[in-house]
């Protein structure tokens, strides 16, 4: 079975669902379809978009997670399902909240986090970079190695900007953020398949209207997207949107696949596969179990 994320960039289309398939009706009346079943998400990158409620709820219970973006192609939230527990024992270990072991699996996150923002310097010709040296640091400093990092990428990238999160202004950090986001709804569906909690974070601290574990877990992920942002400008040198950029990333989606015991997984299924080693390592309390994405892995594979 083919795994699929529908991003919707062209306004005024109609969705509704019939007989297993999600039909998009566009404003001259033709009609494109897609079997529910092989839904992971979709992504809402324009206006007027409409479905129903019978529709909605259909996509909900299939598990297919609804991201939606407003005009300027920034996150504005989701539409899932209810959670629930397929996975007593991880979910209950979750929220025991043991530290010591939580600290345990933050450590293998961050790091990998940091491996793969220093090889994704290595790859976009930032030889040598001081990253490699902080890796194996007893306390890594995240807000060091953030300012070293965003030094080097957006020099490579020819801008001069620093790092925006909310709200951002400039062009690249708002194709970022929206990257984030894709990777994040993914980890968010994949979460609540499995019966964990994603409001109990392992670093990040819970608060109002927070999603705390998906922070976490999309960490290492980061650098990939600035990968393929990179990418993105190397092989679209003029007249750059977000429009180009969502379309852009939704092939990367597609073609670049990550390596899990000899066999090569798009990226959208990959996240499955690193949240059901979340979940061995909570059943088991065996950090070791843990499997997160290797930048040094992503190869171009297209079908």
């Known amino acids: 079975m083919s795994y699929h994320i529908l991003h919707l960039t062209t306004p005024n289309i109609s969705l509704y669902c019939d007989k297993g398939f999600l039909f998009c009706r566009f404003e001259n009346g033709t009609e494109n379809k897609l079997p529910i079943e092989n839904l992971r998400g979709i992504i809402i990158a324009t206006h007027q978009v409409t ?9 909900l219970e299939n598990n297919v997670i609804i991201l939606h973006c407003n005009n300027l192609y920034k996150p504005t939230g989701w539409s899932v399902g209810f959670d629930r527990v397929i996975r007593t024992k991880a979910f209950y270990n979750q929220i025991s909240q043991k530290e010591y072991f939580t600290n345990k699996l933050w450590k293998i996150i961050l790091k990998q986090k940091v491996k793969n923002q220093a090889n994704n310097l290595e790859i976009i010709g930032c030889k040598n970079n001081n990253l490699f040296n902080l890796i194996d640091k007893p306390l890594i400093s995240e807000a060091n190695i953030a300012k070293q990092y965003w030094q080097e990428y957006f020099n490579r990238l020819d801008i001069q900007t620093i790092r925006e999160h909310k709200s951002a202004e400039n062009f690249e950090n708002g194709c970022l953020n929206y990257g984030y986001a894709v990777i994040s709804t993914l980890i968010y569906r994949s ?21 705390p574990l998906v922070y976490d877990l999309v960490e290492p992920y980061r650098a990939i997207i600035d990968l393929f942002l990179y990418k993105f400008k190397q092989d679209n040198k003029d007249n750059l949107t977000h429009k180009q950029w969502s379309q852009y990333l939704a092939n990367c989606m597609q073609i670049y696949k990550l390596k899990y ?3 090569n997984y798009k990226i959208i299924d990959y996240v499955d596969i690193y949240i059901e080693s979340l979940c061995r390592a909570f059943i088991n309390f065996d950090e070791q179990e843990l499997i997160t994405p290797n930048i040094l892995e992503l190869k171009y594979i297209k079908d």
């Not at 479905?51 to 996509?59: G, M, V």
């Open 191 to 211: 979460l609540l398949i499995h019966g964990l909690c994603p409001n109990l974070g392992i670093h990040h601290k819970e608060k109002y209207n927070s999603i």
């Open 261 to 263: 015991k000899g066999m």
């Open 51 to 59: 479905f129903t409620n019978s529709c909605l709820a259909r996509l």
